[in-house]
T-cell receptor, first 112, second 113 residues
Framework: DAGVTQSPTHLIKTRGQQVTLRCSPK?????VSWYQQALGQGPQFIFQ???????QRGNFPDRFSGHQFPNYSSELNVNALLLGDSALYLC???????????FGPGTRLTVL | GENVEQHPSTLSVQEGDSAVIKCTYS??????FPWYKQELGKGPQLIID?????GEKKDQRIAVTLNKTAKHFSLHITETQPEDSAVYFC????????????FGTGTSLTVIP
């Protein structure tokens, strides 16, 4: 059983560019959450998708947007990249009505 | 929202000794408390969790305790091994189920052989 997968592993962008990160949830899971983890910090919640809708959102600007597809996979889009967006972006999946979230390996984004 | 504080930020122990990491939370409505282990270059891995209707949970060398009155919970690792070296994060979640996690700032544990 494949766990949560994310692509790409690493990404380098320049300020002002746009980026798309992808996530496939664990088999049987229908909810996907995205977190940003700055170096030396705990993950910070960006938003959560369920039934192709954004269900919750953390304290992140509108430059951060997402999408969930009918197969439950998800994308995170970040527009107008800033240096401060450099971080590890983590995707987590969970099942219906379940508390537990399982994390993927993350995408390391570097903004130059 | 919830605020989770975690201590210590770094911890070094001799192999075979015990390690304890403590977290406090601010919102008494929080009812789910997972602990994650993150190794270098990897995503967080769930190692144990506890719900607010339980005071203690144990899984082999790992245990978690919860004090709802004081709003704090702790991770205990006994008989530590070098492979326990990693960064550990506590988190809290407010109902309903599946809600966002609020993470602590992490504890870097080093087990010295």
């Amino acid at each position: 059983d494949a766990g949560v997968t994310q692509s790409p592993t690493h990404l380098i962008k320049t300020r002002g560019q746009q980026v798309t990160l992808r996530c496939s949830p664990k088999s049987g899971h229908d909810t996907v959450s995205w977190y940003q983890q700055a170096l030396g910090q705990g993950p910070q919640f960006i938003f959560q998708y369920y039934e192709e809708e954004e269900r919750q959102r953390g304290n992140f600007p509108d430059r951060f947007s997402g999408h969930q597809f009918p197969n439950y996979s998800s994308e995170l889009n970040v527009n107008a990249l800033l240096l401060g967006d450099s971080a590890l972006y983590l995707c987590a999946s969970s099942g219906v009505g379940a508390d537990t979230q399982y994390f993927g390996p993350g995408t390391r984004l570097t903004v130059l | 929202g919830e605020n989770v504080e975690q201590h210590p930020s770094t911890l070094s122990v001799q192999e075979g000794d015990s390690a304890v990491i403590k977290c406090t939370y601010s919102d008494s409505a929080s009812n789910y408390f997972p602990w994650y282990k993150q190794e270098l270059g990897k995503g967080p891995q769930l190692i144990i969790d506890i719900r607010s209707n339980v005071g203690e949970k144990k899984d082999q060398r790992i245990a978690v305790t919860l004090n709802k009155t004081a709003k704090h919970f702790s991770l205990h690792i006994t008989e530590t091994q070098p492979e326990d070296s990693a960064v550990y994060f506590c988190a809290a979640s407010i109902p309903p189920s599946g809600n966002q996690f609020y993470f602590g700032t992490g504890t870097s544990l080093t087990v010295i052989p």
